[in-house]
């Protein structure tokens, strides 16, 4: 088995891509050990010293360090990727624990937010795997769009200005309505 590896945005977190599915819907943001014990995998990761957050896509693995160097903590990363895929067992205990949290929105602006959902899914979403995160809608109120980031997206220093100057202009270019995206 080869593991591919591709660093982030976000220097204190790097993406691999084991070649097999990860995921087969949504996606899975365990930011702490707790949130990782729907996942034999992210428990294995949270193990390794100084590993701070794991999120799985659809076909790739993210890693967020809380401290130390990618270059020590890799080997074992791998390891235990190849490990756990080797060993035939789930990646999450309940897949359907990937499901997203509710949203928000007036039933008036329904016709709005399928149309801004329909454009982060298009858009946004697969250029946001691409850097080992996710954004997903979350609600929207008064022409303010709230996302949620996820993955390597959650802390990157370059968040704001993906926020800021590109999906709040792209919203507000196709849905006049849309005056603000804020992250949640």
């Known amino acids: 088995m080869f593991i591919q590896t591709e660093s982030t945005p976000n220097p204190a ?19 702490t050990r707790e949130a990782a014990a729907q996942s034999p995998l992210a428990g294995k990761l949270f193990d390794i010293p100084n590993v701070g957050g794991v999120f799985f896509g659809a076909d790739f693995i993210s890693v967020t360090k809380t401290d130390g160097d990618w270059q020590q903590m890799k080997p074992a990363i791998l390891g235990a990727i190849m490990e756990h895929y080797m060993s035939g067992a789930p990646i999450v205990a309940n897949e359907a624990a990937a499901a997203d949290d509710d ?54 220093p370059s968040s704001t200005a993906t926020l800021q100057h590109g999906i709040q202009n792209l919203l507000r270019h196709f849905v006049p309505e849309v005056t603000e995206v804020r992250p949640i």
Do not use: N
């Not at 899914?121 to 795997?129: Q, S």
């Open 13 to 31: 977190t790097l993406k691999f891509l084991p070649g097999k599915p990860v995921l087969k819907q949504g996606t899975l943001d365990m930011p």
């Open 103 to 156: 949203e928000f929105f007036d039933a008036a602006d329904t016709e709005t937010v399928a149309t801004i959902k329909d454009l982060i899914e298009t858009r946004v979403r697969p250029a946001v795997a691409g850097d080992g995160g996710d954004i997903t809608f979350r609600g929207f109120k008064e022409g303010v769009v709230f996302l949620q980031m996820k993955g390597a997206c959650s802390g990157c």
